[in-house]
């Protein structure tokens, strides 16, 4: 869908197509962060990339290690890595940084899924403890004022340096969360949350279409309209994508019977 909307908006002739759709294959086929960045039509898709391949170095020296790797290797490491980027490239939030070697990005999720296995480690000690109900309602209002730094720290002008914090932040909050040991999860435990959850996958890959659209023939709008049109637009796609996800179920379940 990304690939024909682009050459659509971009009035590619059937060379072009050709041209374009080759150059595209390595964003296609979740690869174009290892170095073969040719053409990105969807400009989102390389995190997924990052967190695919970050996911398979990792993964195996966890399950070998797992003490050394959650204890020592990941929080240390992790921290190293995002200090390099912080250092050379005044964040670690940047996707198209070549340092000779990697992408800053495929730096950045080894990182960042490193320092998610110690919260990971975190969240099942705490599990595992008895607190008293004070504690936990303390507890609560960490995991509450973790997540808040987060969002305000999103919409503020603070230099991207101390975007460090946020991390830190997001890894008390999300310990505690899945800990178990704080109160109002159950509220999350419903159809509609579940929902969202599969949803968010589709909203987050369908929202180049939405940009590249308002972009190339809505100019002239303020921006709340503009806003409004992408986002209109975005949950449009998300339910026809939903529909050929639901619709290739269907078959694939007649076929299997």
Not at 55 to 78: D, E, Q, T
Request: proline share 3%.
């Amino acid at each position: 869908m990304v690939f024909a909307a682009t050459a659509v908006l971009e009035k590619y002739s059937v060379q072009d197509t050709l041209k374009a759709f080759l150059a595209s294959v390595p964003n296609l086929f979740l690869f174009n962060k290892t170095g073969f960045n040719f053409s990105n039509p969807n400009r989102v898709e390389w995190y997924i990339t990052c967190m695919i391949f970050a996911g398979m170095i990792l993964y195996p020296l966890c399950r070998k290690y797992y003490s050394m790797f959650v204890h020592v290797i990941a929080p240390v490491g992790g921290l190293f890595l995002l200090g390099y980027l912080t250092e050379n490239f005044g964040t670690f939030c940047g996707a198209s940084n070549w340092n000779g070697i990697v992408f800053t990005c495929m730096i950045r999720a080894v990182a960042e899924i490193a320092l998610g296995t110690t919260v990971f480690e975190i969240s099942r000690v705490l599990h595992e403890k008895q607190f008293s109900d004070s504690r936990r309602k303390l507890l609560t209002l960490l995991e509450i004022a973790g997540y808040l730094y987060v969002v305000l720290f999103i919409l503020s002008t603070l230099d991207t340096r101390y975007e460090i914090y946020a991390v830190f932040a997001m890894m008390m909050a999300m310990a505690l969360t899945f800990s178990g040991q704080v109160y109002g999860n159950e509220m999350f435990n419903n159809r509609l949350c579940y929902l969202l959850g599969k949803a968010s996958l589709p909203i987050y890959l369908n929202q180049i279409l939405s940009l590249d659209f308002v972009e190339s023939y809505l100019p002239s709008y303020s921006g709340p309209v503009e806003t409004v049109c992408m986002v209109t637009l975005t949950f449009v796609k998300v339910a026809i994508v939903a529909g050929i996800i639901w619709s290739v179920g269907c078959i694939r379940k007649r076929v299997r019977k």
